[in-house]
């Protein structure tokens, strides 16, 4: 495992979290535009014409945040119990299947600063991998390789029985439905790193297993 994709994957994490957690502010906006690797992930958003003709302020207040709103809102549900309860209600409570792992792992989900209801909400679910892999780097650092692969373990069954279950769908939907570049380029951002990230993970894993 090398530290470099480690770091890879808190950027790709971090980003994609903070994309669909709440409306883009300047400050996200700028860490896209001042990193040309990241900015390479958002090829439309990186072409758009109205970057020429508006500021980033008005492009916020104009388009990005009326594009949130009705991806995230409005038209489209970014919630995995929508999608894997039979009467699509969305569980904000206890019940919801998520709770029980983030309390196992001393995850706190700070809703009431986002734009959410409930702790499965992509963006929630997303921050929860990112802090998996946060922890994945202090282990490999600490040459910890029982940790490793404990975190390893954890990543595959959230990817596979969680965020793997629903997000695609929710992704390829809020791709058609987008009405920016922005949130064009990043649900197709999403929709690769997710399946590529749960090979990656596998991947790692056995070759841990097999030492």
């Not at 695609?168 to 951002?189: C, R, V, W």
């Amino acid at each position: 495992m090398k530290t470099e994709d480690i770091e890879n994957r808190i950027a790709i994490y971090g980003l994609s979290s903070r994309l669909m957690i709440m409306e883009a502010d300047k400050t996200f906006l700028e860490s896209i535009h001042s990193d040309e690797a990241i900015l390479e992930m958002f090829p439309n958003y990186r072409d758009w014409s109205k970057h020429k003709e508006l500021s980033m302020d008005a492009l916020k207040e104009k388009y990005y945040d009326v594009d949130f709103a009705n991806l995230f809102l409005m038209h489209l549900v970014p919630y995995e119990s929508f999608y894997t309860r039979e009467d699509q209600m969305i569980e904000s409570g206890g019940d919801n299947p998520v709770v029980s792992l983030y309390n196992a792992l001393d995850f706190r989900a700070e809703l009431d600063k986002v734009r959410v209801v409930s702790p499965d909400h992509i963006g929630v679910e997303l921050e929860f991998m990112l802090m998996l892999c946060m922890a994945l780097k202090k282990a490999h650092e600490a040459e910890d390789s029982e940790g490793i692969k404990e975190i390893l373990e954890i990543q595959k069954g959230f990817l596979k029985d969680h965020l793997l279950e629903w997000a695609p769908m929710f992704l390829i939907n809020m791709k058609k439905e987008s009405q920016t570049p922005l949130y064009h380029d990043g649900a197709e951002l999403v929709l690769e790193f997710l399946l590529s990230d749960y090979e990656y993970v596998i991947k790692e894993l056995n070759s841990y297993c097999e030492n």
